[in-house]
């Protein structure tokens, strides 16, 4: 049984219909039909959070396919205990991921997921990623999923590092007095500048404080058929966390990701952090305007020309046209 058949399930055994779930759960008509149709396996955040409290039930018995029908019910029958706003999830995880990682970029790299899909979804709002993905990221963190505070669980440091496991390990061979001196060997080295994590790269020296203003233009770049841009389309002013998106530092420009040509890297509503500059090099990825379309690819130059190379193999690559303009917009940092 997957989550739709259990969702079904839980409308007729109230004996409610389509539309009173969704507008209880604040969730559109449309938006779920269409879900329900297509059995859809990206499902937001947000809404699951929101159809287990509707019915009072677990999120393990919404997702997880070998839980019979029968639901599990919250024994706080008022769900009090899920109060945690998507805006608090978010923060939460990114204090998990700079405290356990330092780094979102090293998170990433751990976590098999690509930096630019999860540094959209925490500049913007955690809610909005799948819960796939999210469920993914808590049990890394070792995060419960409805809180995302920190488990205290029994086994010990399984989702640390090699590298810090043998130094727990060998301080643990430490008695007392030996484990005293490491403490103060270690916040020894804190305090020369070469061993600290801000000198190790740009990315890990940023501060929290940090923020830059930039215009995210609200008509995508297309990572499918392509948008036109010009002068006049309108863009908000985004606030960016220097923290989790270290590369906008050097932007001059963001665009929203619209398609899947350009996956694995980038998603469909990635946001993309654009170096305007008149050209780019051979391999590196930018923002083109060809035929009057806007396309985020990958230039590459062959023997027979050159092209606009989609990372998914399923999309043929475009062949740039001599007799057609092609003008380089930027850089994807």
Known sequence: MDIYDKIEYLIKSNNISR??????????YGTYTSMLNRRSERILMDTIIS?????????????????????????????TQVTISSKERTEKIKEEIKKQYGSIRKFCEVANIPSTTLTSALSNDIGGMGFDKVAKICKILNLDILTFDNIKSNYKFQNITDDKQILLNSYDKLNSKGQ?????????????????????????????????DINLYEIPASAGTGMLITDDVPCEIKQVDLTIAPQARKADFALYVRGDSMEPNYYDGDIVFI????????????????????????YSIQEDGVYLISLNKKYPPIKIEENIPCKVCGLVL
């Open 19 to 28: 539309k009173d779930m969704c507008k209880g759960a604040n969730i559109g």
């Open 51 to 79: 159809i287990s409290i509707f019915f009072n039930v677990t999120v393990d018995y919404l997702m997880d396919n070998d839980i019979p029908l029968e639901p599990i019910l919250y024994k706080n029958s008022s769900n």
């Open 180 to 212: 005293e001196k490491a403490i103060e060997r270690v916040e020894e080295l804190t305090q020369i500048p070469k061993y600290t994590i801000d000198n190790i790269s740009e990315e890990l020296s940023i501060t929290r404080e940090d923020v830059k």
């Open 275 to 298: 170096k305007e500059q008149p050209y780019i090099d051979n391999g590196q990825i930018g923002i083109f305007i060809y035929d009057n379309e806007t396309y985020i690819k990958k």
